[in-house]
Nanobody
Framework: QVQFVETGGGLVQPGGSLRLSCAAS????????MAWYRQAPGKQRELVAV???????NYVDSVKGRFTISRDNALNTVYLQMNSLKPEDTAVYYC????????WGQGTQVTVSS
């Protein structure tokens, strides 16, 4: 089972940017859809962005126009470029397949605050 390691989170001011990386322990080239999820305190994990093997992309409405998901199959890595960050983006961000498996990584904390 492939494992994921998320990095790139941190503390950023509103309007700032971050680029998250998800390194997979195995090949992702055959995985149809990779995704980023996030979980804020007291809330359930939500699906944020999806990128398919065909390079189609979908986003939750709240991040459309601000976030960009991409994948580099040669590097077995998925990225999430986050621009114009808002306080409501504060959460722990995870990557996984979609539908998701139980092999969640540790996630990376994103905090948007002044």
């Amino acid at each position: 089972q492939v494992q994921f390691v998320e990095t790139g989170g941190g503390l950023v001011q509103p309007g700032g940017s971050l680029r998250l990386s998800c390194a997979a322990s195995g090949s992702i080239s055959s995985i149809f859809a990779m995704a980023w999820y996030r979980q804020a305190p007291g809330k359930q994990r939500e699906l944020v962005a999806v990128v398919t093997k065909l390079d189609s992309r979908n986003y939750v409405d709240s991040v459309k126009g601000r976030f960009t998901i991409s994948r580099d199959n040669a590097l077995n890595t998925v990225y999430l470029q986050m621009n114009s960050l808002k306080p409501e983006d504060t959460a722990v961000y995870y990557c996984n397949t979609t539908p998701y498996g139980e092999n969640w990584g540790q996630g990376t904390q994103v905090t948007v605050s002044s």
